[in-house]
Structures are given as structure tokens and as C-alpha cells.
């Protein structure tokens, strides 16, 4: 099995590789990837270094060719790098092909970012003078991400950071570094100047803290846990970098007694289990008002038990397994911890068999929780979701808004005067009508408040925010 190697200073580089291990199938090794040391990380920083000034100040059209063929090649390889997703993360093949379709419509995106970029000029206070307002490309950006979105996250941080005129030090999740060599591998066939972008797999405890600790890296943007945001804080502070931060939600899904019951239903389940409910976007707290509470735990059950739980690749599978051993023991002791709390399991929480050996969770739903027992507060990250039963609007939405978190909200209701007050009141960066709380466009700004963001908004023309720094210039005329 060939090993994909580093990407540092314009080579490829690395000798021994670490197995990407598909959780549908356990004894499938999907391929090699190296781990870079400290001394490559450090190597990598400097070529981005190194490489900032030519870059930043490289034609707007060379920079939007290459982010343009970046997407052309993503889009054609699109069923290929699905099929890989779906064997290095575990959700759905359509899922998969859906995650690559929409990474390619992130670099089509930004690679007209590159010709939209604007400034602007005002008269001065003072009078023959000119004021002239521009945006500059910050320096060297590091990325870190996550395995729950291992091309779509990679995409919305790279193709920002490139079309500002940013060079980039890239450290993927180490869980599953496929599709990260794979979009590597296509920028720099497009073109991309030695330097410009340089991928370093491996331990975040070593790859990922090098770059919290380096001087020369002017940015980072962070998606993953509460702790390592912290730490991406802190670091970046004592460096006074910018930093933006992604991290947990707890979103709640509320459903009122005037819902659609299908509807409800449908964006319920797709909120807490699609993606096998890893998504920071995920709901795994629904709040339901008393006049539905039955209907829609029936409806919600019947709807759980036709769902196909299997391998990521198979056809007919809804959802995939859970990403690997550890998150899976997370999610089962979540599941116990429910029902030591007093919430009642109403489906689901069993380990599955299927053909192959994987980490095959059925989806558990609770119902009876309440807002204050930890199934409700802290982020579980799998299948795993509960019903909160309330008396009124009011009330789910006073429930939905107790959280730390301030993600993403979701309300199903066919009152346009609740809906409207849901949108206006809820403590969320992004709220969800009719919808699921997960699933969003690739050209809005995406990100939340209180504990699950920092910083500026991601994706959409928002990015240029983060990835650019203003600069304010005075003319005697
Ligand atoms: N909001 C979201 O989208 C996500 C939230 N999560 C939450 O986080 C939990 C744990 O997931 P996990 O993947 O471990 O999240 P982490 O925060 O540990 O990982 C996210 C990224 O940070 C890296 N990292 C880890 N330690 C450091 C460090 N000291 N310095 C710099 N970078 C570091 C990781 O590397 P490495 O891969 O090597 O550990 C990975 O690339 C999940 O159960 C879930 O609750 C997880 C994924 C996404
Ligand atoms: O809901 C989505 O499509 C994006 C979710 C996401 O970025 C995440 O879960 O990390």
C-alpha cells in the first residue's frame, strides 16, 4: 500500500505511514498517511513564511485560476472522494458525495471571492486628503480541523485563506487524513506555488501544538472540541494572533402543538441522526409541547425503526457507523448515564453485528429528560437524542435558550407568529424553520455564540473578515 506523504515547502516528504482504519469495516485499512514530527511542522511554518510575500501579492487571477480548477477537479472526482470519505468517516456514500459536491462549490465560491474583493475611499475630516480603507491578506494561517466533515471543513478554511493571499500550514483531523492528502494533492497540481500550502498530518499533541506554539503563524482557525478550542485561545493570546473557534452545540429542535407532524418528524430525525448525529449542528434535545408530546414520540419511533443502519457504502443504508472505538464508548456511556439520570430509553442505544466488524450504533432516544440532567447539556456527538416535554412556547423557548451553547436552533411550527419570535429570540448564530438543525449553505455565513464560536464567521463572503486585515491609508492630494 503506497504511503501519502507530507506536503512541506513544495515536496512531498515522509517515511513511515499510520493506518486510516473505515469504521464500517474495521479490518480495511483505506490507506497510509504520514505523521509529521515537530521539526516538520517547524519546516512547514517557515516555507509558509518564507512564501507569504510573493504569494500575497500574486494576481488575483492566478490565485482564482487555481482555486477554480481545484473545484473543476473535486466536482469530476466527486463519486471517487464520496466513496473515500464515506470509507475514512463513516457516514453515507450519498452523504459522502454530497459533503465532496459542496467542497467544490466552496473553491468555485472563493475563486470568485479572489475578483469581488473591495475597498473603500472617503473624503477625510480634514480637508485635500483622502481616505482609502483596503483589506490585506493576515500572514500564515494554520488550520486545524476535525474528522466529522473531512472535506467540507478542510475546503471552507483553505479556499478563504488562499484567495486573500494567505499561505497556509494545514493540520487535519489525524482520524481521517484521506481527504485532506486528496484535496492537497489537487491544489497543488493546480498550481500553487512551492510554499503556499503545506499539509502536516499527524497527533494534534504534536502537530497541533507546534503551531499553537509558533511565533510565525499570524492566524488560526479551529474546528473541534471545547478543550483544544481553549487551548487554540490561550496560545493565541499569549501570540497576539487572530484566532476564530468552532466548536460544540447543543442545539434544541422545538416542536409546537400546530406542526406539520411529518414535517416535525422528518427534520427531528434528520437533526439527531443523519450523519450519525456527528455534526456540531446536530439536535439531540427536542422540546416538545404537551398537545404533540405523544404523536410525535410515536411517529419519531416508527420513523427510528425503518431506518437502515450499515455500512457507509452499502446501498440502502441511512446511517453509517460511529467514527471509531472511543467516540462509540462516549456515545454508550452517554446512554447509560440517560437512563441513571431518570430519562426513559424509548429506542434504540444497542451495539449492532453486521457483515463486516465495525462500530455500528443503533439511534437511542430518551424520552422524559429533563433540561437540567447532562444528556440535555453536555454535546454527546453520536445517535443519541432526547425529548424534553414542555406546557408551552414560552416555555420550549426559555429550554431551548438554557444552554452553554448558541449554535444552531431549530422550530417546527406552522404559526408565522412563533416562528418569527423563534427567529428573533433564539440564542443561536443560525436558526432553522421547518428544517433541520444541520445542513447548511456553503455561501451564508455559517457559526454560532456563547460556547460554541469565537470570532468571526466562517464560509460565505463573511470568511473575508478572518482572512484579511484592514488597512486605513491617508493621501495628501
Ligand atoms: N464542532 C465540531 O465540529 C466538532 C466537535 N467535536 C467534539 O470534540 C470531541 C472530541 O473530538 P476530537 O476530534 O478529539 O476533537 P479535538 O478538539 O481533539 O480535535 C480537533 C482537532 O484539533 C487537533 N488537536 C488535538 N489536540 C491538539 C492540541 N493540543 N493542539 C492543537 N491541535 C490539537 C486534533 O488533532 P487529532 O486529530 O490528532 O486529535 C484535530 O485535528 C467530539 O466528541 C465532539 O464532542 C469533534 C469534532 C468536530
Ligand atoms: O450542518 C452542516 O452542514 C455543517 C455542520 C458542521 O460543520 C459540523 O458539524 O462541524
Redesign the pocket.
Known sequence: MSLHKNYIAGEWVGSDGNPNINPSNTNEVVGLYASASVVDTQGAIAAAKAAFPAWSRSGILTRQAILKKAADEIFARREELGALLSREEGKTLAEGIGETIRASQIFEFFAGECLRLKGESVPSVRPNIGVDMTREAVGVVGI?????FPIAIPAWKIAPALAYGNTVVF?????VPGCSWAIVDILVRAGLPHGVLNLVMG???VV??T??DSPDINAITF???T??GK?VAMSSIEHNRKYQL???GKNPFVVLDDAELDVAVEAAVNSAFFSTGQR?TASSRMIVTEGIHDRFVEAVVTRLNDLVIDDALKAGTHIGPVVDAS?LK?DLDYIALGQSEGAKLAFGGRVLSRENPGFYLQPALFTEATNQMRISRE?I?GPVASIIRVKDYEEALQVANDTPFGLSSGIATTSLKYATHFKRNAEAGMVMVNLPTAGVDFHVPFGGRKGSSYGSREQGSYAVEFFTTVKTSYTLS
Do not use: H, V, Y
Open positions: 486545524i480541523t476535525p474528522w466529522n493540520k487535519p483531523a489525524d482520524l497527533k494534534g499533541s497541533g501544538q503551531m499553537l474546528t473541534g472540541s478543550n483544544t487551548r468552532e466548536m460544540g456540531c467516540q462516549q454535546e456527538f
